[in-house]
Antibody, heavy 120, light 113 residues
Framework: EVHLVESGGDLVQPGGSLRLSCTASGFNFSSYWMNWVRQAPGKGLVWVSRISSDGSSISYADSVKGRFTISRDNAKNTLYLQINSLRVEDTAVYYC?????????????WGQGTLVTVSS | DIVMTQSPDSLAVSLGERATINCKSSQSVLYSSNNKNYLAWYQQKPGQPPKLLIYWASTRESGVPDRFSGSGSGTDFTLTISSLQAEDVAVYYCHQSYTTPSTFGQGTKLEIK
């Protein structure tokens, strides 16, 4: 069973930084592309970033490019999201997701999420 | 970016009746080399993460009740709940993974009439 556990969310001031982590279990982590998706309070789902199974291919949403950095440690079965220059509009629950297929496509399996609140 | 548009935004259906949610993509999400539609459906209940219901437009995820079904191809897709149960009250999202950025519909709120 796919199990994803996010951590690292917190209340931070605008301009601050955070590193989110996602620990995976129940599957061969190093074989799958992984994503971060966020959901602002009361709003819909927004894809944030994606990383290939070996970390060689990375993509970002335009809204976070240059501020967010996705990475992974396959030896630790862990996905990361470094978030810098935080803005109020980055306030959201951040979900770690794994695609159903090793190609990175198909539906996503989701963790429980971690809440990032940006406020002064 | 591919825009995913769901209709309706909200829906109220009586228990035991059929619920139908539509999703339209601004361009085709059918990958011709494998004939798969890169379209998924999720259910999200309050305070919970989304749950995968359907992928490849019509493949039901393991453990999902068979009252949930997905159909469609290319740009037009439908999620059908054949006989609404109380536990199906939720927000439903469609999602395309055909291109990057991956994009989601705005959500459809399903309630009991």
């Amino acid at each position: 069973e796919v199990h994803l556990v996010e951590s690292g969310g917190d209340l931070v001031q605008p301009g601050g930084s955070l590193r989110l982590s996602c620990t995976a279990s129940g599957f061969n982590f190093s074989s799958y592309w992984m994503n971060w998706v966020r959901q602002a309070p009361g709003k819909g789902l927004v894809w944030v970033s994606r990383i290939s199974s070996d970390g060689s291919s990375i993509s970002y949403a335009d809204s976070v490019k240059g501020r967010f950095t996705i990475s992974r440690d396959n030896a630790k079965n862990t996905l990361y999201l470094q978030i810098n220059s935080l803005r109020v509009e980055d306030t959201a629950v951040y979900y770690c997701t794994r695609a159903a297929a090793v190609t990175g496509t198909g539906g996503y399996y989701w963790g429980q999420g971690t809440l990032v609140t940006v406020s002064s | 970016d591919i825009v995913m548009t769901q209709s309706p935004d909200s829906l109220a259906v009586s228990l035991g009746e059929r619920a139908t949610i539509n999703c339209k993509s601004s361009q085709s999400v059918l990958y011709s080399s494998n004939n798969k539609n890169y379209l998924a459906w999720y259910q999200q209940k309050p305070g919970q993460p989304p749950k995968l219901l359907i992928y490849w437009a019509s493949t039901r995820e393991s453990g999902v009740p068979d009252r949930f079904s997905g159909s469609g191809s290319g740009t037009d897709f439908t999620l059908t709940i054949s006989s609404l149960q109380a536990e199906d009250v939720a927000v439903y999202y469609c999602h395309q993974s055909y291109t990057t950025p991956s994009t989601f519909g705005q959500g459809t709120k399903l309630e009991i009439k």
